[in-house]
Structures are given as structure tokens and as C-alpha cells.
């Protein structure tokens, strides 16, 4: 009698957060801190998104710097979707991955891969990283690729979505974002005009005029307001 095949158990949001603390145990980053901070930072962020998008964000690095391929990920039970991210953002998997731009306007086509580059771009862009960065090699030109990529990724999802990433991980990148859109709203303010809603009837003006004398005056079953 042939036993009946198991199910595979769910591939869940804390299984990828331990298999990328697993995967990039050893690893490091330009400043020599454990990388899987990193990655873990950035699966923390997409916690107000499903799950997909946050076991993509706790992995979104895991193709790109261990031997983990596409059909692993499936094999270990990661969806569908959520590999398509993880493979959207890697970058050696580019058409040309040596052209930064290119690659984040191929992310900035998917709506999912854009949270979870947004959240990789604001923890990259943390100050004391930056400021870190700028101290051990004071000789280089500041890196302006990520500043330069915030205004694609940002225009490619709501920005409702993206505050909510920023607050997690990265909130002084907020008031970057507001100037961002300060400067999009072309409304000219002068001369914007609030046009009052007119009465449709004389009769409906001279029936509010009445209520409102009414109202005015005191009376014995009236009550008091501040």
C-alpha cells in the first residue's frame, strides 16, 4: 500500500528571516559589520506588506551573494512571487549589471521589487553609514547612486507605501521624501480659488438665515454651549 505523500510545510516569513541569518552568517559589509544585519533590517522594514514581500526583503540579497539559485528557493518552498523579486533585484542577473540606473528602472517595472529596493536603498542611506563610509575612505567622491535612485523607486509605488518603510527603517529620509514632492506639485497657490458652494433657492438661503436667528436665541428648552 502506497503511504500518502506528505505536504511540504509553508515556507513562512520566519523561516526566511533565519535562513538569511544562515546564509550570510559569515559575510560582511564595507565597513566590516555583519551583513546579515543588513538583510535583516531589511525584511523588518516590509513588515507592513504580506508575506511575499517580506520573505523577499529577508532574501533579497541571498542570489546575489551565496550560491542560493532560483530553483533552491522553489525547492525549499518560496513561492513563486517571491522568487520573482529576489531575482528582479539581484543584480548580477541584469541584462548589463554594471549599469546602476538601468537596473533600479527594471525594479522600478515591478511594483513588489520597488518595496523591497526601497527598503535595501533607505538602510544603505542610514546617516551613521553614510558618515562611516566618508571616514574610512575620505579620499573618495561621496556615493550619489542611491540618492539618485530614491526619485525612481518613489514614483513607482504609492507614497503611502513607501512612508511606511521609511519610518521603520530609515526616518530621515522623510523629510527627503516631502521635498521630493514639494517640488512635483506643480499647483499654482496664488492664484487657486475656493469658489463657495452657491444656495440652490432663495427660499433654501432664507431657511437657513431663519435656523440659524433661531439657534442665535435664547429660549426655555434650549441648552448651552462653550
Do not use: C
Request: no cysteine.
Amino acid at each position: 500500500m502506497t503511504e500518502p505523500a506528505h505536504p511540504q510545510p509553508r515556507f513562512t516569513v520566519e523561516t526566511a528571516k533565519v535562513l538569511a541569518e544562515v546564509a550570510h552568517n559569515r559575510q560582511k559589509d564595507k565597513l566590516k559589520r555583519p551583513y546579515r544585519e543588513h538583510v535583516l533590517a531589511v525584511g523588518d522594514a516590509l513588515a507592513d506588506f504580506d508575506d511575499d514581500i517580506r520573505i523577499a526583503g529577508y532574501l533579497h540579497d541571498i542570489a546575489e551573494d551565496t550560491p542560493m539559485t532560483r530553483q533552491a528557493l522553489l525547492d525549499v518552498g518560496v513561492s513563486e512571487r517571491a522568487a520573482n523579486i529576489i531575482e528582479r533585484v539581484t543584480k548580477r542577473l541584469h541584462e548589463n549589471p554594471d549599469d546602476y540606473q538601468a537596473g533600479i528602472r527594471y525594479i522600478a517595472e515591478d511594483h513588489d521589487a520597488t518595496l523591497v529596493k526601497i527598503a535595501d536603498n533607505a538602510h544603505n542611506s542610514l546617516p551613521e553609514r553614510v558618515k562611516a563610509l566618508a571616514e574610512k575612505w575620505p579620499d573618495k567622491p561621496p556615493v550619489t547612486r542611491y540618492d539618485d535612485a530614491r526619485p525612481v523607486l518613489y514614483a513607482a509605488v504609492p507614497v503611502e507605501e513607501t512612508r511606511k518603510i521609511l519610518a521603520r527603517i530609515n526616518p530621515w529620509l522623510l523629510n527627503e521624501l516631502d521635498d521630493m514632492l514639494d517640488e512635483a506639485d506643480d499647483t499654482d497657490y496664488e492664484f487657486l480659488s475656493y469658489d463657495a458652494p452657491e444656495a440652490d433657492t432663495a427660499a433654501d438661503m432664507a431657511a437657513d438665515t431663519a435656523a440659524g436667528d433661531a439657534a442665535a436665541a435664547p429660549g426655555e428648552t434650549g441648552s448651552a454651549r462653550d
